[in-house]
């Protein structure tokens, strides 16, 4: 197999993880801080 293909497979490989890990944390976190935001303050969760 090519070593500059390898790099390249190794590298989108990572970005795809890091990525995935990001929204697996992030999307999660932003629902819990909408819900506290409208139990504390009373703002709407669309807003």
């Not at 506290?36 to 807003?47: A, D, E, S």
């Amino acid at each position: 197999m090519n070593f500059g293909l390898l790099i390249i497979a190794l590298i989108g490989g990572a970005v795809g993880i890091l990525s995935t890990v990001y929204l697996l944390f992030s999307f999660p976190a932003v629902l819990v801080w909408k819900i506290y935001r409208k139990i504390t303050k009373g703002i709407p969760l669309t807003k």
